[in-house]
């Protein structure tokens, strides 16, 4: 059915301020030291052409990920294109830093000691935060919690966790903020030390806290980084219902953090849009038909919603961030490079707003499928272009709307970055067949967001012009178009509306 939208800037009331840093994204440990990730997808794949087979065998992870070099974070591309998105917070963790090793000393060979996976070298450490000093960004880092760290009956030590916060505070990029430790309520798969349990996580979570208060106060203390523990894909789809398949061992968050002694300043946890193909056996994964469903839409609000009970009971009155989030978990979809994702990311972050201030740090910045930009060329892909359109737009006042979002009118209203007065509205047309009509109230400036060929081209056009970077990596022109009357938001788009 058809929808009608009549925008009247009269009846906005003001709910909150945004964090200026709310679009953040992932440089995973993997990606600083070289490792394994998720292989990438066929060019068939990417287009739909060829079906992704079924995994069923979850203990060869050689079946779903692949050896990557490190990337280059001196690239000048990466840094520009990283500069362009704003001020951000960049966030080194994931499953590889629970088992890395800090050699800053160069006495390992390059060959992890017993216990770890993997080594990160002090170049490679001090190349990244000339990344982060050069794109104005603040740094979030977990620890290394392994086999070769400790037992799981011996207290957690900080020598190796010293060695990275000295270095990097001594180097001029300090830490700002850190979680313990990624995703630890998936023990069996996080690395962490043998018969390691929720209790011994709940002692040693406490004992960083303190630590951190006393060596590096100045630090924010994150956590319990989470991922999973409520009723993260349960909105009711066929094939996409349900949690994780039977042997994933998870524990609860409360269970995770015990009877929490040492406060938090910043609640997270990790929201994925469902299981891509690679991990489809899993259960929880979407089908590409349903990606402009309500029920697919709405997960982030639904996760978001969930743990703001859990906020308010361990860091009441506190920011929530979600220190990993994209598409889909496992590397994303096979659409995650293409504009048929770029609709649920601008809904993440309108709707993340309209719930509560925080951060949400898309996985990954260049690395995956779904990272904003591709891996190895930094290329960047439709979902780059929509952050930046939104750090460009919106600003950090988020209004209520009188009317709630539905099937081809997902509507979200802040106020203009450029600080002038009035407002930034984004709707979001998620009919697969139906003309959205958009009322203005007055002149307007209009962006139009789409796929050039379809929902899963690779290309995204503004206002019908191709999303490319020029010679020299010259940044396309985003700019909009003067409008009048009614604006026609065609099936599967996305349009900014500056009033």
């Not at 859990?310 to 961030?321: F, I, L, N, S, T």
């Not at 007055?442 to 970077?469: F, H, P, Q």
Request: aromatic share 12%.
């Amino acid at each position: 059915m058809a929808k009608f939208v009549k925008l009247m800037p009269s009846e906005l009331k003001p709910l909150r301020e945004v964090d200026e840093r709310l679009v953040s994204y992932n440089i995973e440990m993997t990606e600083v030291t070289g490792g394994t990730f998720w292989k990438a997808y066929t060019e068939a794949q990417v287009d739909g052409t060829e079906e992704f087979p079924v995994i069923q065998d979850w203990s060869n992870m050689g079946n779903l990920q692949q050896w990557y070099n490190p990337i280059d974070t001196t690239n000048p591309r990466l840094i520009k294109l990283a500069r362009e998105l704003g001020v951000a917070w960049i966030r080194v963790s994931g499953t590889w830093a629970n088992k890395t090793y800090y050699d800053f000393e160069g006495k390992c060979g390059g060959k992890a000691p017993e216990g770890f996976q993997n080594v990160l070298t002090k170049e490679q450490w001090l190349n990244l935060l000339d990344f982060v000093r050069a794109v104005d960004g603040k740094l979030l880092v977990s620890i290394a919690n392994c086999p070769g760290i400790h037992a799981a009956d011996e207290p957690m030590p900080f020598e190796q966790a010293d060695l990275l916060f000295r270095t990097s505070k001594e180097y001029g990029v300090p830490i700002s903020a850190a979680e313990f430790t990624n995703e630890p309520n998936l023990i069996a798969l996080s690395g962490l030390p043998k018969g390691y349990t929720a209790r011994d996580h709940a002692r040693d979570h406490d004992l960083f806290g303190v630590w951190l208060r006393e060596n590096y106060p100045e630090c924010l203390f994150v956590g319990p980084c989470t991922v999973g523990d409520i009723d993260m894909f349960g909105m009711g789809n066929d094939g996409a219902g349900g949690g994780m398949a039977a042997g994933f061992q998870m524990v609860t968050t409360e269970e995770l953090l015990g009877e929490y002694k040492s406060p938090m300043d910043v609640f997270s946890y990790h929201y994925y849009n469902g299981v891509s193909e690679r991990g489809a056996a899993m259960g929880g994964h979407w089908p590409y038909a349903a990606i402009l469903d309500e029920r697919y839409l709405g997960i982030a609000g639904h996760c978001a919603r969930q743990y703001v009970a859990k906020r308010d009971r361990y860091v009441p009155g506190g920011q929530m961030w979600v220190t990993e989030s994209g598409d889909a978990g496992c590397g994303g979809n096979t659409w995650a490079s293409t504009y048929a994702d770029v609709p649920r990311t601008l809904n993440e972050l309108g709707e993340f707003s309209t719930i509560t201030s925080g951060v949400i740090f898309h996985n990954t910045l260049a690395s995956s499928d779904y990272g904003y930009l591709k891996h190895g060329t930094f290329e960047p892909r439709p979902n780059y272009f929509a952050v930046l359109l939104w750090n460009r737009l919106m600003g950090k006042v988020c209004y209520a709307l009188p009317e709630q979002n539905s099937e081809g009118a997902h509507v979200y209203c802040h106020s203009r970055k450029d600080g002038k007065d009035g407002f930034v509205y984004l709707v979001i047309n998620n009919s697969w067949t139906e003309t959205t009509t958009v009322e203005l109230d007055g002149e307007a400036e209009l962006y139009a967001l789409c796929g050039k060929n379809g929902m899963r081209s690779r290309i995204m056009t503004l206002n019908g012009n191709d999303l490319v970077l020029g010679e020299g990596d010259a940044m396309p022109a985003l700019t909009g178009v003067k409008v009048t009357g009614k604006v026609e938001v065609a099936p599967g788009s996305c349009v900014f509306i500056v009033v």
